[in-house]
């Protein structure tokens, strides 16, 4: 045999083929393993990018003024922008005024709001949660804020919730 042979070095097309798509199959597995692993993925992002979002949403130097109606600021501020496509959002606000009472304003964002959803899809949303919780399969993310809670000066620590499914 020649040593410039046409024979040598040579691999059949079909096996290379296998050897290509096992490789492919390898890195794809691989890549389902790693998703788990890699920090800012899954849907557990969804709701610590979310509640940013939110919280930027909501936020007046730094405060969230709820004193007058905070459900009604929850609803005007929170913008489509925030929340993620194709998702149900629920924020809730709570806080301890200096009575013990609790503070808790709260208002829910059907999947589509607010261009594919009515007042209706709100409400029902919103008796959903109070009736039933938040499902099991929502992404949660909480944060401290401070919340005006009987008037301007009058601020105290309080959460900020929001559960994404």
């Not at 501020?77 to 808790?104: K, M, W």
């Amino acid at each position: 045999m020649s040593r410039w042979s046409k024979s040598r070095a040579q691999t059949e097309p079909f096996a290379a083929i296998i050897s290509v798509g096992m490789l492919v199959i390898g890195i794809g597995i691989f890549a389902v393993y790693m998703g788990g692993l890699v920090p800012n993925s899954g849907q557990s992002a969804t709701a610590d990018q979310t509640i940013d979002l939110v919280w930027n949403d909501i936020e007046e130097d730094g405060t969230f003024y709820g004193h007058d109606d905070g459900e009604q600021v929850l609803t005007d501020s929170v913008t489509a922008d925030a929340l993620p496509a194709g998702a149900t959002v629920y924020v809730r606000v709570t806080a301890i005024d200096e009575d013990g009472q609790e503070y808790e304003a709260s208002a829910g964002f059907p999947s589509g709001y607010p261009d594919d959803t009515s007042v209706l899809d709100v409400w029902t949303l919103e008796d959903d949660v109070e009736s039933e919780g938040i499902p099991e399969r929502a992404s949660v993310a909480t944060r401290t804020i401070p919340i005006t809670v009987e008037n301007r000066a009058n601020t105290r620590t309080g959460t900020l919730e929001v559960a994404v499914w």
